[in-house]
């Protein structure tokens, strides 16, 4: 079948929740997608954050194999060796003391929401605690991942939302201020906003909403779903700002393709809150996706990929600060590391399609943002050949 036979296929099977680009994809390899008609493409966008390790790392690939081997599923009443592996490496990674293993980043959320409002009910008996989430947020599709999802289109049709959940302005300390009461449990944010258009937390809000946490014993969520592992430059964003989160959400890059999430916690808020039947899944922490993670960190290290993103983000800036200068319609450059976002003055939807024919991928984020996403092994040779692919399109 050709891939025009298969997209209406597709149409007629699947559910139409997505404007999906006419394209299939077959293969990949390195920074490198191929679709059914043999065409290759450049892609910076890595399955929205996913792909940091590139296509077919031949180590990945081999771990995951010899746990499909070994053992593929064995269920949370019993203990497996990958998911402890994992937890281990995640634990040390961050300096948080205890993961809880999802399947994805929306679950993650749910745990972490979960976890704050039982804490906050431990102290004080209470059933009416306040989130304080931020607008043009993004934390996920369920019903309690939507309700601090800072997105009044997303959440309309589907209300009510879990209740009690009021938005403040992303950076803006007074707007979380203003919010905080004696019901307030906990604050939620990205510590770089994806979704909303690559916005960075600045260094003085996040530090003065962990301030406010601390005075009054609320919970700070930090959702590094998007911006974590490894692709701000450090393995989680917050640790560059020196401000650690009570609780914190993983997903994406995390299992690099294996579809795995995690919330993780300090010992304060572990010994504080959820208790064996509090929480559960079927898959989460199963061997073949914990052994994914557990690779995943190993490669890391081995590929030294943090190294990597701090060494060549700086000439990835620099090339687009230059699209910015040259081009009138790209107003300004957002982001860190390997998370970058250019503001166009319009919806810059058709430059993804332009650059999808010129063979680059790239997406787009809120606030008409151009959103790139590449691989963390993508070195400056990749990004002069996105940028010369980039301008082709721009200049028509
Ligand atoms: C993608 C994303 C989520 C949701 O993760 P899923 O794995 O799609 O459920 C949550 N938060 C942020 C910041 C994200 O970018």
């Known amino acids: 079948m050709t891939q025009q036979e298969y997209i209406k296929e597709a149409e007629e099977v699947l559910l139409h929740t997505y404007n999906r680009y006419p394209i299939v994809f077959e293969k990949a390899d390195g920074i490198y997608l191929y679709d059914m008609t043999g065409k290759k493409y450049l892609d910076f966008a890595s399955g929205i954050g996913v792909f940091a390790l590139g296509y077919g790392n031949q180590k990945y690939n081999d771990a995951l ?51 704050a409002r039982k804490y906050a009910y431990r102290k004080d008996g209470r059933t009416d605690h306040e989130i304080i989430a931020m607008e043009h947020s993004f934390h996920g599709r369920s019903m309690g991942a939507l309700s601090v999802t800072g997105n009044a289109h997303y959440r309309e049709a589907f209300r009510p939302m879990i209740g009690h959940v009021k938005f403040a302005q992303f950076n803006d300390l007074e707007s979380v201020k203003s919010l905080v009461n004696e019901k307030t449990c906990a604050v939620i944010m990205e510590t770089v906003q994806g979704e909303g258009g690559i916005y960075p937390a600045d260094k003085g809000f996040i530090e003065g909403v962990r301030e406010i946490c601390d005075q009054k014993d609320i919970l700070l969520i930090l959702d590094e779903v998007q911006c974590g592992m490894g692709r701000c430059g450090e393995m989680f964003a917050w640790q560059m700002y020196g401000v650690k989160p009570d609780i914190m959400a993983s997903a994406k890059a995390l299992g690099c393709g294996v579809p795995v999430g995690a919330f993780l916690m300090t010992s304060k808020v572990a010994s504080g809150s959820l208790v064996p039947g509090d929480h559960g899944t079927t898959y989460g922490g ?111």
């Open 65 to 115: 194999k010899e746990q499909i081997d070994r053992i593929l599923h064995t269920s949370n009443l019993y203990y497996n060796v990958p998911a402890i592996d994992a937890a281990k490496k995640l634990v040390h990674a961050s300096g948080m003391d205890k993961v809880f293993f999802t399947n994805s980043g929306t679950e993650a959320i749910e745990g972490a929401i979960k976890t």
């Open 286 to 396: 199963n061997p073949f996706a914990c052994a994914a993670v557990s690779k995943v960190f190993d490669l890391f290290e081995e590929e030294d990929l943090i190294g990597h993103v701090k060494e060549v983000a700086p000439y990835f800036m620099e090339k687009l600060d230059g699209l910015v200068e040259k081009y009138d319609c790209i107003k300004e450059r957002r982001g860190v590391g390997f998370m970058q976002g250019l503001q166009f003055d319009c919806d810059p939807g058709k430059v993804v399609l332009k650059a999808q024919d010129a063979g680059l991928l790239v997406i787009t984020a809120g606030n008409h943002t151009l959103r790139f996403l590449p691989p963390l092994v993508a070195g400056k040779k990749e990004i002069d050949e996105m940028i010369e692919k980039l301008e082709k399109v721009l200049n028509i």
